[in-house]
Protein backbone atom coordinates (compact mmCIF):
# COMPACT_ATOMS: atom_id res chain seq x y z
CA UNK A 1 0.00 0.00 0.00
CA UNK A 2 2.64 2.65 0.63
CA UNK A 3 4.50 1.70 -2.58
CA UNK A 4 0.46 2.60 -4.12
CA UNK A 5 0.39 5.89 -2.34
CA UNK A 6 4.51 6.51 -3.20
CA UNK A 7 3.30 6.75 -6.47
CA UNK A 8 -0.02 8.03 -6.71
CA UNK A 9 1.99 11.23 -4.71
CA UNK A 10 5.13 11.17 -6.97
CA UNK A 11 2.16 11.20 -10.09
CA UNK A 12 0.53 14.38 -8.61
CA UNK A 13 3.19 16.33 -7.84
CA UNK A 14 4.76 16.06 -11.44
CA UNK A 15 1.12 16.99 -12.51
CA UNK A 16 0.62 20.00 -14.80
CA UNK A 17 -2.70 20.83 -14.55
CA UNK A 18 -4.48 19.96 -11.07
CA UNK A 19 -7.78 18.92 -11.53
CA UNK A 20 -9.44 22.23 -9.59
CA UNK A 21 -8.20 24.02 -12.43
CA UNK A 22 -10.64 22.40 -14.88
CA UNK A 23 -13.39 22.53 -12.40
CA UNK A 24 -14.19 19.37 -11.18
CA UNK A 25 -14.31 20.66 -7.36
CA UNK A 26 -17.40 20.99 -4.77
CA UNK A 27 -18.46 20.20 -1.25
CA UNK A 28 -16.41 17.34 0.51
CA UNK A 29 -19.51 16.14 2.20
CA UNK A 30 -21.72 15.73 -1.27
CA UNK A 31 -18.47 14.03 -3.06
CA UNK A 32 -17.61 11.91 -0.45
CA UNK A 33 -21.55 10.73 -0.10
CA UNK A 34 -22.05 10.23 -3.43
CA UNK A 35 -18.29 8.40 -3.62
CA UNK A 36 -19.73 5.67 -0.84
CA UNK A 37 -23.43 5.24 -2.32
CA UNK A 38 -22.60 5.30 -6.09
CA UNK A 39 -19.24 3.12 -5.85
CA UNK A 40 -19.29 2.18 -2.10
CA UNK A 41 -16.05 3.68 -2.24
CA UNK A 42 -14.06 4.56 2.16
CA UNK A 43 -11.26 6.55 2.61
CA UNK A 44 -7.96 4.09 2.40
CA UNK A 45 -5.54 6.87 2.79
CA UNK A 46 -4.74 10.57 3.51
CA UNK A 47 -1.74 13.16 3.60
CA UNK A 48 -0.88 16.78 3.69
CA UNK A 49 0.62 18.67 0.57
CA UNK A 50 2.97 20.95 0.77
CA UNK A 51 0.14 23.88 0.05
CA UNK A 52 -1.83 22.73 2.84
CA UNK A 53 -4.34 20.63 0.80
CA UNK A 54 -5.57 17.11 2.36
CA UNK A 55 -5.00 14.87 -0.47
CA UNK A 56 -7.44 11.47 0.58
CA UNK A 57 -7.44 8.29 -1.44
CA UNK A 58 -10.99 6.60 -1.59
CA UNK A 59 -11.46 2.81 -2.69
CA UNK A 60 -13.55 0.24 -3.13
CA UNK A 61 -12.23 -3.69 -3.13
CA UNK A 62 -15.93 -4.62 -4.01
CA UNK A 63 -16.05 -2.45 -7.28
CA UNK A 64 -12.51 -2.08 -8.10
CA UNK A 65 -13.25 1.91 -8.30
CA UNK A 66 -10.87 4.10 -6.97
CA UNK A 67 -10.95 8.01 -6.32
CA UNK A 68 -7.80 10.89 -5.36
CA UNK A 69 -9.63 14.29 -3.92
CA UNK A 70 -7.70 16.96 -2.77
CA UNK A 71 -9.45 19.77 -0.37
CA UNK A 72 -7.81 22.96 -0.72
CA UNK A 73 -7.08 25.23 2.61
CA UNK A 74 -10.29 27.15 1.39
CA UNK A 75 -12.56 24.09 1.92
CA UNK A 76 -13.03 23.53 -1.63
CA UNK A 77 -12.84 19.71 -2.68
CA UNK A 78 -11.61 18.81 -5.77
CA UNK A 79 -11.04 15.40 -7.99
CA UNK A 80 -8.09 14.92 -9.29
CA UNK A 81 -7.78 11.58 -10.89
CA UNK A 82 -10.44 8.21 -10.58
CA UNK A 83 -10.21 5.25 -12.17
CA UNK A 84 -11.21 0.90 -11.75
CA UNK A 85 -8.79 -1.49 -10.64
CA UNK A 86 -8.25 -1.05 -7.36
CA UNK A 87 -5.44 -3.68 -5.67
CA UNK A 88 -5.29 -2.68 -1.82
CA UNK A 89 -2.22 -5.67 -1.79
CA UNK A 90 1.23 -4.70 -2.81
CA UNK A 91 3.82 -6.87 -3.58
CA UNK A 92 7.55 -5.92 -2.04
CA UNK A 93 10.38 -6.57 -3.82
CA UNK A 94 13.10 -8.31 -1.97
CA UNK A 95 16.68 -6.55 -2.07
CA UNK A 96 18.88 -8.52 -4.51
CA UNK A 97 21.50 -10.50 -2.87
CA UNK A 98 24.16 -9.41 -1.40
CA UNK A 99 23.47 -5.96 -1.52
CA UNK A 100 22.81 -4.28 1.72
CA UNK A 101 19.11 -2.23 2.16
Known sequence: MRLFIT?????????TTPAYAQGICGEREAIVKRLS?????TRQSMGLQRNNGVMEIFASEESGTWTILVTLPNGMTCLVAAGEAYDSTVAVEEAPKGRKT
Do not use: M, Q
Request: proline residues 0%.
Open 7 to 15: VILTLLAFS
Open 37 to 41: EKYGE
